[in-house]
């Protein structure tokens, strides 16, 4: 089959995991005004619901499917699907996860073990059953959003940075073993990002100054549209003035 080509986008496949809300729902609607075929997943099938209604009528085509990351089963099954309907993905979004964020003092052990697994198996199932597809299609692009607590440990993140910690590390890895196989590996580190991430946490900041996740969907596409010889492999975006 033929690699993607330079900076197109319509006709493409992708598969967006967490996609019912924030960042993920944002870019879903952009890739499908793009004309990019979209499988977007995600736990609540009323968001997925809302999504459908949203998306009809743009020039891409969307299916949706309720699936949990972190079963290997049910990620399965939504590559299945999306084989069925377009075949295998050659854009990949690994952006499911959520934090927990207390003093480890605080922090119970089925509260850590949840964290990891969402945020660190959920992204490397998300990936490891994408990948022999991604490689047979004839190259494509795998895209992790993590988040700048990636690179820099704050207080109350003892179970969410060392998640995004552990992710960097995968993503640096990965995009060295298939970077010959005309797979981009990508990670996207955003700051404060107005999503539900910050509905229940007493450490919201002003949600008028942070990131919208339209602006972190943009900087995606941007990776996406990027000439096939670059390889933008960690990109950091953060608000401009927060205070």
Do not use: C
């Not at 949706?64 to 999306?82: C, G, K, N």
């Not at 969402?118 to 990948?131: E, P």
């Not at 060295?176 to 996207?188: D, G, T």
């Not at 450490?203 to 933008?232: G, T, W, Y």
């Amino acid at each position: 089959m033929s690699p993607v080509a330079d900076g197109t986008l319509a006709g493409r496949v992708a598969m967006i995991t967490g996609a019912s809300s924030g960042i993920g729902r944002a870019l879903t609607l952009m890739l499908l005004r793009e004309g990019v075929h979209v499988v977007a997943t995600g736990r609540n099938k009323e968001r997925l619901s809302a999504l459908r209604e949203e998306a009809n009528g743009l020039p891409g085509s969307l299916l949706t499917s309720v699936a949990d990351v972190t079963d290997e089963t049910q990620m399965q099954r939504v590559l299945d699907e999306a084989a069925q309907v377009y075949g295998a993905p050659d854009i990949v979004v690994a952006n499911a996860g959520f934090g927990i964020l207390k003093p480890m003092t605080e922090m119970r052990t089925e509260e850590f073990d949840s964290v990891i697994a969402a945020n660190v198996r959920g992204v490397w199932l998300t990936l490891r059953h994408s990948l022999p597809a991604m490689i047979e299609r004839g190259g494509g692009d795998m895209i992790i959003v993590s988040s700048l607590a990636g690179k820099n440990g704050f207080a109350g993140g003892t179970a969410y940075a060392a998640s995004k910690f552990a992710v960097r590390g995968l993503a640096q890895s990965l995009m060295l073993e298939v970077r010959e196989r005309n797979v981009r590996v990508a990670s996207i580190f955003p700051g404060s990002t107005d999503t539900r991430f910050f509905d229940d946490t007493p450490m919201s900041p002003d949600r008028e100054k942070i990131l919208a996740a339209e602006d972190v969907a943009q900087a995606i596409v941007d990776i996406l549209r990027s000439p096939r010889r670059a390889l933008l492999s960690e990109i950091d975006i953060r608000p401009a003035n927060p205070r």
